[in-house]
């Protein structure tokens, strides 16, 4: 009798698993990329000549969105960023609360209360964007608010595995004061939110290692690849355009990043193989 035939198994399926087989072992960036962060400001000028292209990105429809800096960062961080959401037609907010230095204390619970007031005061749901640790409070928050929340999009964020396969984790137990060895909630971390997610990331990440910002794909949970560095994801054109596209989508009736046309030299396929970094 014949064995019976495996169902073939799709492209971002296998590459679900081969991430997490990698993110058993994974280290942190090396000198080499960590060397290449210096190219954001030669991003932030590739989006100042590329505005007149940027402005042909998906229009926004006013609904309010809260951008979230990273570790060490403030609202300055997300200045180009908010003000390209701004030109695009979205109620952008910063978070208001300085520097982002971790999870102290009265820090979550004053952005929890920050997402719910902006959504009475809109009387619409919000969208969520987090910038590498901002990512990981974006899509905390929509967990615990998920009927206040349109859409999570997260830049570089360490989700996916130890944390310490960074280099920033001796400065988040430094400035936050809490320890990143806790394995039921780092598993916690690599739950998606319920509502569409996408995650932005770069395998040419200096500083977080690339496939920790990889989730497992669903119905409403994707992965759109970019070349960017870390520091410079909120700056990096590419990086802005699938921003405009993914809050654009209209409310209810999300799709996944259409890589179709000429966007295929911009926005490469995840679910390629694993081991090629450029």
Do not use: C
Not at 179 to 202: G, R, W
């Amino acid at each position: 009798m014949a064995a019976p035939k495996r169902k073939p198994r799709k492209a971002a399926d296998a590459f679900g698993e081969e991430m997490e087989k990698m993110a058993e072992s994974l280290r942190a960036p090396g000198a080499f990329l960590l060397a290449l962060e210096s190219r954001a400001p030669l991003e932030l000028g590739a989006t100042l000549a590329a505005w007149p292209l940027l402005k042909s990105a998906p229009q926004g429809d006013g609904h309010p969105v809260i951008v979230f800096p990273g570790l060490g960062a403030g609202d300055f961080s997300t200045v180009p960023l908010r003000n390209f959401l701004d030109a695009q037609g979205y109620d952008t907010y910063g978070w208001d609360l300085g520097f982002n230095f971790g999870p102290r204390e009265g820090v979550l619970q004053k952005s929890l209360t920050r997402v719910a007031d902006i959504h009475e005061k809109t009387g619409r749901k919000v969208s969520l964007i987090g910038w590498s640790l901002g990512g990981v409070y974006a899509r905390e928050f929509a967990k615990a608010l998920p009927t206040h929340i349109r859409s999570v999009i997260t830049l570089g964020t360490p989700f996916g595995g130890d944390p310490k396969a960074t280099n920033a984790w001796r400065f988040y137990e430094f400035a936050s004061g809490h320890k990143l060895d806790d394995p039921e909630l780092l598993e916690h971390l690599k739950e998606a939110p319920p509502v569409p997610t996408t995650s932005i990331f770069s395998r040419s990440d200096g500083v977080v290692a690339w496939p920790l910002s990889v989730q497992a794909e669903s119905k409403r949970a994707e992965n759109v690849e970019v070349i960017a560095s870390h520091v410079g994801l909120g700056l990096n054109p590419a990086a802005l355009y699938a921003v405009a596209d993914r809050l654009a989508q209209p409310e209810g009736k999300w799709k996944k990043f259409d890589r179709g046309g000429w966007r295929r030299w911009f926005f490469r396929d995840p679910a390629r193989s694993a081991d090629q970094f450029f």
